[in-house]
T-cell receptor, first 112, second 117 residues
Framework: AQSVTQLGSHVSVSEGALVLLRCNYS??????LFWYVQYPNQGLQLLLK??????LVKGINGFEAEFKKSETSFHLTKPSAHMSDAAEYFC??????????FGAGTRLTVKP | GAVVSQHPSRVICKSGTSVKIECRSL??????MFWYRQFPKQSLMLMAT?????????EQGVEKDKFLINHASLTLSTLTVTSAHPEDSSFYIC?????????????FGQGTRLTVV
């Protein structure tokens, strides 16, 4: 069985500050890990994903995440927050060919 | 590429009626589609996995007779909420895997906001 835990249901940062959203996973097989962003009343947009290879993954809009097997973590970061980054962020895990399981989500607020 | 279209985006129906939601992969073939339900300020909960040409696999606690899933072609899956009640009001999202790509990513529809009055 696979699952993810997102630490912190709500994160608030100032514009220009570092964004750090935490995600820990549990998986009995090598995991595929994803970060999605959701704006109100919309579907999910993929930010980045890790499958195999390089453990530091760069995504869209300046986001990146690092897969750390020893810590079972896949935290999402962005060096400098922008107002447009305010949204709900979901971490997800799947195995090859399996369905995707989502974390509870983290709401990011960016203060001017 | 890899666009999933979900229709309608919003629907309001009367209690006791049925509502059909469509999920289409526009530019790829999807052997597997997934249906999720999302309550306000909560995460996506997988309801069922839909495989083309076979019966859907439902998650524990999801009523298969209430949430009818049909995956009749490689580009279309439908979710029908039968005899809808106010507690069925929610945001429903589908996703699809592209069978032509490595099986690592699912593409999501825009979601359907269902309100039962």
């Amino acid at each position: 069985a696979q699952s993810v835990t997102q630490l912190g249901s709500h994160v608030s940062v100032s514009e220009g500050a570092l964004v750090l959203l935490r995600c820990n996973y549990s998986s009995s097989v090598p995991p595929y890990l994803f970060w999605y962003v959701q704006y109100p009343n919309q579907g999910l947009q993929l930010l980045l994903k890790y499958t195999t290879g390089a453990t530091l993954v760069k995504g869209i809009n300046g986001f990146e995440a690092e897969f750390k097997k020893s810590e079972t973590s896949f935290h999402l970061t962005k060096p400098s927050a922008h107002m447009s980054d305010a949204a709900e962020y979901f971490c997800a895990v799947s195995g090859p060919g399996n369905d995707m399981r989502f974390g509870a989500g983290t709401r990011l607020t960016v203060k001017p | 590429g890899a666009v999933v279209s979900q229709h309608p985006s919003r629907v309001i129906c009367k209690s006791g009626t049925s509502v059909k939601i469509e999920c289409r992969s526009l530019d790829f073939q999807a052997t597997t589609m997934f249906w999720y339900r999302q309550f306000p300020k909560q995460s996506l909960m997988l309801m069922a996995t839909s495989n083309e040409g076979s019966k859907a696999t439902y998650e524990q606690g999801v009523e298969k007779d209430k949430f009818l899933i049909n995956h009749a072609s490689l580009t279309l899956s439908t979710l029908t909420v039968t005899s809808a009640h106010p507690e069925d009001s929610s945001f429903y999202i589908c996703s699809a895997r592209d069978r032509g790509r490595s099986n690592t990513e699912a593409f999501f529809g825009q979601g359907t906001r269902l309100t039962v009055v």
